[in-house]
């Protein structure tokens, strides 16, 4: 008798240590759920679009850079990436689950973009949690060699000139200067990072590499290029006011709206909207061509980290002409010269007019997207369904890119030259990224 129960004993022993060597299993949901969970620490904490980019970027090369190493499919991005030289080997002999590894340091460099860290810790040990249940030691290798990629991966990142932009002067208005911007109701904020050409670059050469051509010169002659534009712009508005919220205009302008700095006036009180960033919605576009096309863990990394490359730099081409040429916004120059109770369809964000961020970035996006999934890849856009938006189909990235440009026409924001040189813009910082960048093999 005793001899069978401590044969049970052994057999009981064995069969517990055969179910805790059991790998780890990651799914690529719980990427796209750390993703997802950034995007809710943004929006709770109202990041400029700008500054988002940054924080979707550097903790995707974390993970990628996890990936990279360890898949003959993937490329390095070290001594690609301006000042990224070097990243921690991985003995393979130590037993580590790279997706758990890559995980870890995507949370972690996420941890330190943010202000609301506590929010990513939650999410974090949700998973370590899990992890550790399937199987400790595996656990322990992996966390350890994810968190030595986050710390370097850190260190680079605090040399891209970020801290020192926070302490620049703000960006001086001189309302004397005819065509200069100047803040914008309701809030009439102050434009939002001048100096963000200053973050160092990743890919491009500098921030002005791809300068586009000047804005049309400030006039308020009725046969000068520049009015023709503003009415233009007041024109279109009046049309669609005579349509109604139904029309496809509205319904375009808003699904791409994007402004994490709606504020609304209610009585005496004024308070902000939360929405995501384009950065984000961008991000959400490539969460929904990843799981059409059954993209595998280190796939879906991969198109997340090249999207976010590209968008970061995007913002810095942009931002770079933005305040290079310090255009006025339509609702500006129409409320002082046309109509003082226009309005636009939506609410102007606060920054100068010229480019077109959304025909910058979504073009970059868009390019980088194609390059990774194809031309043709039709899908259904479902990003703005949190926020109470229907979806939208799209034949194909581009497609949705040139969506994404005009409704920023629609919405009565920018006038038609920011938005077709933005595309212009945009479409050769993307070439450029997808051709420099040695990413899959």
Known sequence: MKSKIYLLATLAVVFISCKKEKPIEV?????????????????????????????FVYPN??????????????????????????????DPKTGVNLKVAALVAHMEVSKQLVFSEQLVEKFRDSLYAKWKGENEKEFEVSKEYGLKVAERIKKWMGKDNYKQTRTLPKFSVFASQPGRWQPTPPA?????EPHWSEI???????????????????????????????MEVYNLSLEMK??????????????????????????????????ISPGAHWMGIAKIACKKSNADFDKTVFAYTKTSIGMFEAFISCWDEKYRSN?????TIINQHIDENWKPALQTPPFPEYTSGHSVVSTVAATILTSVFGADFAFVDNSE???????????????????????????????????????IQGKQVGDFVVKKLKMKN
């Open 188 to 192: 009439y904020m102050d434009a939002i």
């Open 61 to 90: 090369i974390a993970a990628y850079e996890v990936i990279a190493q360890n898949n003959k499919n993937y490329t390095s991005l070290q001594h690609q990436l301006k000042g990224l030289d070097s990243i921690p080997k991985l």
């Open 200 to 230: 160092r670059t990743l890919v491009l050469d500098s921030s002005s590499q791809f300068k586009p051509v000047p804005a049309l010169a400030f006039s308020l002659d009725k046969n000068a290029p520049f009015y023709k534009q503003i």
């Open 327 to 331: 255009v006025i916004r339509p609702e």
């Open 27 to 55: 799914t690529t949901d719980q990427y796209h759920a750390s993703i997802d969970n950034v995007v809710q620490i943004m929006i709770h904490d109202i990041f400029s679009p700008p500054v988002a980019s940054r924080i």
């Open 242 to 275: 005579k349509k109604g919220n139904s029309c496809d205009e509205i319904k375009m302008a808003q699904f791409w709206d994007c402004n994490p700095y709606v504020s609304v006036n209610q009585g005496h009180m004024m308070f902000a909207k939360k929405k």
């Open 385 to 423: 369904l949190p926020f109470g938006l229907p979806s939208r189909s799209f034949k194909s990235f581009d497609a949705a890119s040139k969506e994404a440009a005009m409704s920023r026409f629609y919405g009565g924001i920018h006038y038609r030259a920011a938005i077709e040189n933005g595309m």
